[in-house]
C-alpha cells in the first residue's frame, strides 16, 4: 500500500498524516476541498485509479454552528463521507473514516466500547453518527476510526489555546465536571498507518490515549510541563460557560485488544510539548 489519497487532509490530524505516512515512505495526495468536494457524487471518479488506501478526514468540524447549520453539516459528514465510501468499495479499495466521541450520549461512567449504542446529543454528533451508518452501509470493510479531545501543532487547538491565554491571564477557569482522554493528533495518525499496513477488518475502532482527565486537570499538566504553576488553573463547571451545543459529560472511549493501543495521555503530551512551538 504505498499511495495514500487523504481526504481533509490540510487540518491538524491531516497534516500530522501525512507526515507520518512520508516518513514510513509512502505517497501521499491531499487535493483541497476546491479541487475535489466529496458532497459532489462524481468527486473521486478520477482520482482512485492509481490509489491503494483513503482516508476520509473531510467533516464539519464547528460543533457549535452546526447546531444553527445542522442540513449543512450534514450533507458534508453523512452525505458526503456515503460518498466517499461508495466509491471506494465500487473501486475495491480500503477506506478509514474518521469519526468521534460525540457520536455517545456522554453519560456512561465507564468508557465506551466500540459496540456502544450511538445516542448523539448534539447536532454534530447526530452527523457524524448518520456518516458512520452510511459508510458501513455503503462499504463494509471500512475501518471507522473515532477519536477524542484531539491536539495537535499544526492547527488551533485546546493546548495551544491554553498556552496563548497563560500569556495573557494570571488565572484561568478551567472546567472540571468534562473527562476525557486528551490525544495527540500524531498518536492517531500512527494509529492510522497500523490499521491499514494491517489490513484491519472493516469495523469500529477507537483511537484516543490511555487514561482520563478532566479538562481541569489537563490544564494543570500542561501548564507544569511548560514550567509555570498550575495553581494558576482554577476548577469551574460547564453551566459557568454555556456553549449552544451540549459537551458529553464523559467522553473515555474503551480499547479492545484487536484496535489502536495508544500511550497514556500523560507521556503523550510530553513527547508533543517537547516538539511544540515554542
Not at 256 to 266: F, L, S
Request: hydrophobic share 40%; net charge negative.
Amino acid at each position: 500500500m504505498h499511495t495514500w489519497l487523504l481526504l481533509g487532509g490540510h487540518g491538524m490530524l491531516g497534516t500530522d498524516l501525512q507526515d507520518v505516512l512520508r516518513s514510513a515512505g509512502r505517497h501521499v495526495v491531499t487535493p483541497r476541498s476546491s479541487e475535489c468536494d466529496i458532497r459532489e457524487p462524481d468527486c473521486l471518479q478520477d482520482r482512485l485509479a492509481d490509489v491503494d488506501v483513503v482516508v476520509n478526514l473531510a467533516a464539519w468540524t464547528a460543533v457549535d454552528d452546526a447546531e444553527t447549520h445542522e442540513p449543512d453539516a450534514f450533507t458534508l459528514n453523512a452525505v458526503g463521507a456515503h460518498n466517499v465510501a461508495r466509491a471506494c468499495a465500487r473501486a475495491n479499495l480500503p477506506l478509514v473514516h474518521l469519526s468521534t466521541d460525540y457520536v455517545f450520549d456522554g453519560h456512561a461512567t465507564s468508557p465506551y466500547p466500540v459496540d456502544a449504542p450511538q445516542a448523539p446529543r448534539s447536532a454534530y454528533g447526530r452527523t457524524k453518527a448518520a456518516g458512520e451508518w452510511a459508510v458501513r452501509a455503503a462499504h463494509p470493510g471500512a475501518c471507522i476510526v473515532r477519536t477524542a479531545w484531539l491536539y495537535g501543532a499544526h492547527g488551533s487547538s485546546f493546548v495551544s489555546t491554553m498556552l496563548r491565554l497563560a500569556t495573557a491571564h494570571e488565572t484561568l477557569s478551567v472546567v472540571d465536571d468534562q473527562v476525557g482522554q486528551p490525544t495527540w493528533t500524531r498518536d492517531v495518525a500512527e494509529s492510522v498507518l497500523q490499521l491499514a499496513d494491517g489490513e484491519a477488518p472493516g469495523g469500529y475502532y477507537h483511537a484516543t490515549s490511555t487514561g482520563s482527565v478532566s479538562w481541569c486537570e489537563f490544564t494543570q499538566e500542561i501548564f507544569r510541563l511548560r514550567g509555570l504553576d498550575p495553581s494558576r488553573v482554577e476548577p469551574t463547571t460547564t453551566a459557568a460557560f454555556p456553549r449552544p451545543a451540549p459537551r458529553p459529560a464523559y467522553s473515555v472511549l474503551d480499547h479492545p485488544g484487536d484496535g489502536p493501543q495508544i500511550r497514556a495521555w500523560q507521556d503523550a503530551l510530553a513527547a508533543a510539548l517537547a516538539t511544540w512551538p515554542s
